[in-house]
């Protein structure tokens, strides 16, 4: 399940203080040159080929991605289906909200590599240590959660056990990507999303019963393949959990102030990526209270073809210009910054042109593919698709409130189109069906662009407060 995937902030809401990072005066190394592609690479080059290297990531994962929604829908059952659409969107809602806080803070504010102080070491054990904390406390979360939604024992410790592994390997894979390693991305995707897709598969064909249980095991084991891959990562995560609760009793550590630092950003992230990811709920559950567990498994598994149809190609860009971006703006370079956003947002609309067109040409066999029946309206994949692209393009065009670190504007924003989308889907699915849900959906996505547009204006120049000197500094903007 593919759901609008970013980070944020609101101008004035987040007052918290900035980690130090590198100032152009403090580039001595020549990092900026590198990270920006080298002498006679512009940053529009640059930009293409990391897309391409996130590309390379996203083909395998989309393929399967692609793949699975057809099969998973004929191994289990279009019901049985619709009860996983409701149930994973939850988790991956929890999820999101347990590691998004660290995930955008580490993007935002991940130290260079060839850092001249020890700023590195203390932010990976910031990061170990709540990474720690927030698997321990999402799984006590998810106890009443499971409770209240009546599933069996052995769904509670499935449920638990994939929220848990994807919350680690998440924040694992933004620290790659925030050092700019498209190529460990791409191992790990690759490794992940075949297993993915084969492991529940045998799952279900070994044990002769068509649970939706059953997939999603096997969607949590392939999540922790890549991180049992890594022996590291385990002994690692371990040791640093372990010893959190020194860490965090030290208040002269810098770990510590890094880590509050982190959370203070972060914390209206974790709760945006969770409403985030709970939009495909509210939609898919009031489908599910009118017309049952079948209609609300067709809308998904339409919903999932057309959102990850188009991510395959555009989100590639997104992880590309993302750190470029944050990195571009820390070290002053302010046009570059402003150019990647720019050249990020065309490069996701010249592709989307042809991929709509495809949707358009082939929407009624591609419908009558993935559901298994003719009888539902072949208007509804290509309008998805124009949901997920816009909301693609909503990813870029909030880049602004994440520079200016106003992650409760984004809050605010992602909460009125989660009350839009609630109260369009009430009053209108009982009415019009599961097609009134795919207006609902891209209306969303243009209540969210035109908040941004509103709210997300770049000054010309970055405020002292925006400069990051030191862990003393606050923003009162």
Sequence with gaps: MIAPQSSSTLAGDNRSPSLPLLSPERDSSGL????????????????????????????????????SVPVFVRLIGIEEYGRLSLLLPVLMALAGAGAGWLQQGILRFHPATDHPDNTAIFFHRAVQVGTGYAVLVLSLLLLPLLGVLHYRPTVWLIAEIYCAVQLIYSVRLSGMQARLQPGKVVYNEILRSAASFFLPLLLVLAAGRKSFGLVLLGLACGYALPLAARRSTWRGFGHDFHEAGAVLLSLAAPARQTLGQLWRFGWAVGAWLMLCQALPVIDRSIIHRYAGYAPAGVYASLYELAVRSFSLFAFPVTLAAHPRIMRSWNLGDYAAARRTLRHAIQMQTLMFLPVEAAGIVFARPLTALITGTRSVSSTLLPLLMLGGFLWQIAMLAHKPLEIMQRTRTMLAGMLTVALCEFAGNYLLVPRFGMTSAVYVFVFGALVYLAFVAMCGKLPQERRDCLSAPSLDATCSC
Excluded: C, W
Excluded at 52 to 66: R, T
């Design 32 to 67: 900026l040159g590198r990270r920006n592609g080298g002498s006679g690479q512009t940053s529009h080059q640059a930009l293409l080929q990391d897309s391409f290297g996130y590309l390379v990531s996203k083909i395998v994962p989309g393929f399967f991605g692609l793949l």
